[in-house]
């Protein structure tokens, strides 16, 4: 499905065409994805809504390049990077993506510096870890290790390292699944600023039928496919979401 | 020089080491199995080269003779036509021979002197001495005497000592001039077939060529001693010398190989080697296997790890080389720690065993070898943990990243084999039935467990069977074999009414002759050189037993042998041995062979014997039984008899091998620690990594209600089951590697039965059941520390 928007600007950032994906989990066969087809434009803040088991993560994955499509394609940026080798794949998760995770994924051995700094390594010409620490509100705490932060400290140090490598892509899994109400807005609110402030394409991934309120387009899935894609003409600011 | 900085610098390098402090008990277990490979490689490696080294060095500066040729009688000059064989570079004859001697202030007291002779002024071109203390002789000394450095030592002498030769009824006054070592006394054994004699019955000495003809009578030789040419076809130029002596009645030929010192160091120097070689793998062995466990460990852990590190962009390589390197450091660190605590550890083993053995010269340089042995080290250290680490890092690059991101499925569960094939099993109680699940559940595991309990019970097997071996040899050489409390040995045969005379004092209750004849046995081209000791059929003081343990006594016309010779002379029961002493050959009848922990002999009637000796009814020693407290008494008695040589007492002789046999067995309980240990550090991380990894049920099992007491029991009994099957295979591989390293070891000399005393067994056992509840101790207690609450909130992240 596309999004008027998008179609009229002429400008898909992100496209996926007749995508499907199918994997083993143990002796149970899982078809995540079946035949999914999406676009989302530059700049765009999309949501992606869907009950557990629906596929929205792994949609997400085939994105980010962390996981590849059973068929159909997926098209950033004019790459079909289903079709990149390895080494094509680990320079576009460096250069075009950044990921939010639900639990963190903070390496606990590292500091929030250092977390960010993971990151920061991998690319030439990154930000400054500690300007983006700030940027999240997190430059006093920079020297703490994640076992020392609460909650929604970790999640912004997440969504640091997430920035550092000043990426077009921002892709968000359940970002607020672990955190309490007020943190949880607080977290969307963050998001949905660096997006607009970075032009970035923003994409989350949740559950939370409330939080679709907050993106210019809602995506449904449902049983790995798309049940429905509107447009919000009135997003609301995150801090006037309640669930 | 940037790249190389900002490559420590990076923060993958710095997870790594804080991972590694994080889990720094379960490293460090693993880096000290490591560290004691290589150490135990390095330490007898450059121990054995140190040795070496020190034996070449010491046989090279004193000219150690390549070949000994003992005749009846020769003039001096024979050795000009023997100089000018080729491949001879240099020979001496000499006299070689036994006398008595008494000591200082004891004069009362006689030991065995064996007397050699050395030019006075100059050094013998072949077996030379080294002066310790005092000084070499003068040119045209005749009244002084150098005395072997052991013997010396033992007996408190000092340079300017006078000692007395006592030889065909008179006595010679000697002055000692200095103490020597000797390249073929180093070990200051009589013969091959008495390697361990104490000094209090007998000792080596040297005295001036003039003097040496007094003791024989007359200026004829009846030893040379050669040094042969370097590229020289010793077999050819021994055929040549035997050819050439021939006239004068060769009575042995001894080559380098065979001496009895030589021999029993290289033997000694042998198995060292093989040490080296056989039980570091073991430890490099488990080593690799508790490397293996730990990263597999580790990389379960670090799933999400891996994959957030693929999704931010790291490569394969990059999660390959950062997993390698967990192992890499293992092998890294353990390798350099024992490559310098086996170097330091060598040294102490060196000046030990220089010590106790009195070397003339040490030599430790650090040549090519040495450095090679070095290099190898540090190879074995680190190798096997590199390809321990690259399996579960290559499984740790080729994980999906999306599915890295996933839960694992959880582990199959499903009902045993076992509890199929004996359905009684499924009835058991859960403290019963988890454990038992459990040890198949991670069949892996749970094998390297046992495998790791094995190879740490068979180190401690193997190193338990020796001291029981020797334990055996000892009790029966000392208790079954020599029963007699004393034996005089006189220095000529003495006529056969002696016996009567010593039995006839109030301190013996049982007297018995014996009649050694040194001879040569001859069978099918081979011949072997040793004493042939006459006895009494019905003798009760001495105990012959065949190889399957049933006591014996030679017949007329025929010959009982030591069971070394049986593969030394390729010869069996039934078969015609010739025997030829000096005066006589006779044909006699194998009529079979006997256990001989010590020496080699054949055994005959004492009329044989004396057939061997021209028919002469004569003895060469006595052997007493003699009542309680009267062991001084006695000794001091046979001193007055004019031809006592010496007089042994069992329970001396004894004493001297137990310490010479002391360090020996430090050696091996030090193994046994090392085996314990072994055995400890692959269970505590098989254990440990196991508990770690089951947090989350524990927790869930105690949040149901289990109590600590019961999980604990639970963990014993998983762990002990698995000590246990252990077990049985390390018996069996201790077993195994005791009969390898004996049959190393195996020789003329000495002959080991390979015993395991039930005490033993029960030791092993007893250490395993041990180690296996100390490994689990830190498990227990994280377990009872847990905090319900925050594991359960992990488990649903």
């Known amino acids: ?243 | 020089m940037s790249r190389v900085r900002r490559w420590f610098g990076a923060k993958l390098q710095r997870k790594l080491l804080r991972d590694l402090y994080s889990s720094r008990g379960l490293f460090l277990a693993v880096i000290v199995v490591v560290l004691l490979g290589v150490t135990f490689f390095e330490a007898s490696f450059l121990g054995y080269r140190n040795l070496k080294s020190s034996y070449d060095y010491s046989y090279e500066t004193l000219h150690f003779a390549d070949l000994a040729v003992e005749v009846v009688q020769a003039p001096p000059d024979a050795v000009q036509a023997l100089e000018s064989i080729p491949g001879v570079r240099a020979v001496y004859g000499r006299v070689n021979t036994e006398v008595g001697l008494s000591l200082p202030g004891e004069e009362a007291k006689r030991v065995l002197a064996r007397v050699i002779s050395l030019p006075s002024g100059s050094r013998p071109p072949v077996n030379d001495v080294k002066v310790e203390k005092g000084r070499y002789f003068q040119e045209g000394e005749t009244d002084a005497l150098l005395a072997e450095k052991s013997f010396a030592e033992h007996h408190q002498l000092s340079p300017g000592d006078t000692l007395h030769l006592i030889f065909d009824g008179q006595e010679l006054n000697l002055c000692l001039a200095g103490i020597v070592t000797s390249p073929e006394y180093i070990w200051p054994a009589k013969s091959r077939q008495e390697l361990l004699v104490s000094p209090e019955t007998f000792g080596v000495f040297f005295v001036p060529e003039q003097t040496a003809a007094l003791l024989s009578g007359g200026p004829e030789v009846n030893e040379f001693c050669f040094l042969f040419e370097e590229q020289a076809d010793e077999k050819a130029v021994v055929a040549r010398i035997e050819e050439a002596l021939a006239p004068y009645r060769v009575m042995a030929t001894v080559t380098a190989d065979e001496q009895p010192s030589n021999a029993a160091l290289q033997m000694d120097l042998q198995e060292f080697g093989e040490m080296a070689e056989v039980f570091p793998v073991m430890f490099l062995l488990v080593g690799a296997l508790a490397t293996y466990i730990l990263l597999t460990r580790i990389v379960h852990n670090q799933r999400p790890h891996i994959g957030l590190m693929r999704a931010v962009g790291y490569s394969r390589r990059q999660v390959l080389f950062h997993y390698v390197s967990f192992g890499l450091i293992i092998g890294v660190v353990g390798s350099v720690l024992g490559v310098v605590v086996g170097y330091l550890l060598s040294g102490v083993v060196t000046t030990l065993y220089v010590g106790m053995l009195g070397l003339p010269y040490t030599s430790t340089s650090m040549g090519w070898m040495e450095w090679l042995a070095i290099e190898e080290g540090l190879f074995l250290g680190i190798l096997p943990c590199f390809v321990a680490g690259i399996i579960p890092a290559l499984a740790a690059s080729r994980i999906a990243p999306a599915e890295a991101m996933r839960l694992p499925p959880p582990p199959s569960g499903r009902k045993l084999l076992l509890e199929r094939l004996f359905p009684f099993l499924k009835r058991l109680p859960s403290l019963w039935k988890l454990p038992l699940r459990n040890i198949f559940r991670n069949r892996r595991r749970s094998l390297y467990t046992v495998i790791g309990v094995a190879l740490g019970v068979s180190l401690i097997l193997v190193s338990a069977a020796f001291v029981d071996s020797i334990d055996y040899l000892l009790d029966l050489q000392f208790n079954h074999i020599q029963r007699y409390d004393a034996q005089i040995s006189f220095a000529e045969p003495q006529p056969e009414n002696m016996l009567g005379e010593v039995a006839n004092w109030t301190e013996t209750t049982v007297v018995e002759p014996v009649l050694q004849v040194p001879a040569r046995l001859e069978y099918g081209g081979e011949a072997y050189s040793t004493l042939v000791v006459g006895l009494e059929p019905d003798s009760r003081l001495y105990g012959l037993y065949s190889l399957d343990g049933q006591a014996v006594m030679p017949s007329p016309g025929e010959i009982l042998l030591s069971e070394g010779l049986q593969h030394t002379l390729d010869i069996e029961v039934g078969d015609a041995l010739a025997v030829r002493s000096a005066s006589a050959v006779e044909q006699l009848r194998v009529s079979g062979f006997v256990k001989q922990p010590m020496g080699t002999y054949g055994y005959v009637t004492l009329e044989q014997a004396r057939d061997l000796v021209g028919g002469q009814p004569v003895l060469s020693g006595l052997m007493l039984d003699v009542k309680p407290g009267c062991l001084g008494s006695i000794r001091e008695q046979a001193y007055q008899i004019p031809g006592t040589a010496s007089v042994e007492l069992t329970a001396e002789s004894l004493d001297k091998v137990n310490e010479l046999m002391g360090l020996l067995r430090v050696m091996m309980w030090v193994m046994v620690g090392f085996g314990a240990a072994l055995s400890l550090a692959i269970v505590f991380t098989t254990v440990t990594v196991s508990v770690l990894g089951r947090r989350w049920e524990i927790a869930t099992m105690r949040t149901l209600g289990e109590s600590r007491g019961r999980i604990a029991a639970m963990l014993t009994i998983e762990n002990l089951s698995l000590g246990l099957v252990g077990l049985l295979p390390g018996v069996g591989l201790g077993y195994g590697l005791a009969m390898l390293f004996f049959g190393l070891i195996e020789s003329d000399m000495i002959s080991f039965d390979l015993v395991v005393f039930t005490d033993t067994y029960l030791l092993a056992t007893g250490l395993v059941v041990l180690i296996m509840l100390l490994s689990q101790l830190p498990g227990i207690r994280y377990l009872n520390r847990l905090n319900l609450a925050r594991v359960a909130k992990e488990q649903a992240a």
């Open chain 1, 1 to 243: 499905m596309t999004s008027p928007a998008s179609e009229a600007a002429g400008d898909s950032l992100i496209r996926l065409e007749a995508v499907s994906r199918t994997y083993r989990m143990g002796l149970v066969e899982v078809q995540a994805l079946r035949s999914v087809s999406l676009q989302l434009a530059r700049g765009e803040f999309v949501v992606i809504l869907g009950p557990s088991g629906s596929g929205k993560t792994t949609l997400l994955n085939m994105v980010g390049g962390i996981d590849s499509p059973t068929s159909g394609r997926v098209i950033v940026d004019g790459i079909d990077i289903a079709a990149l080798d390895e080494k094509g794949l680990t320079q576009y998760r460096r250069s075009r993506v950044s990921f939010v995770f639900q639990f963190f994924n903070l390496i606990p051995t590292l500091t929030a510096r250092e977390n960010v700094e993971f990151a920061a390594e991998l690319v030439t010409g990154p930000r400054d870890p500690v300007e983006v620490l700030e940027e999240v509100g997190l430059r006093e705490r920079a020297d703490h290790f994640p076992s020392e932060l609460s909650g929604g400290e970790q999640q912004r140090v997440a969504i640091a390292r997430a920035l550092v490598k000043d990426p077009p892509i921002l892709l968000c899994d359940e970002p607020t699944g672990e955190l309490d109400f007020e943190t949880g807005r607080h977290i969307l609110g963050l998001i949905r600023r660096i997006g607009e402030v970075g032009n970035k394409t923003v994409l989350v991934v949740t559950h939370n039928t409330a939080v679709g309120e907050i993106a210019r387009r809602v995506v449904r899935l449902r049983s790995g496919e798309v049940v429905e894609s509107r447009e919000n003409s009135n997003p609301l600011d995150p801090q006037e979401l309640r669930w």
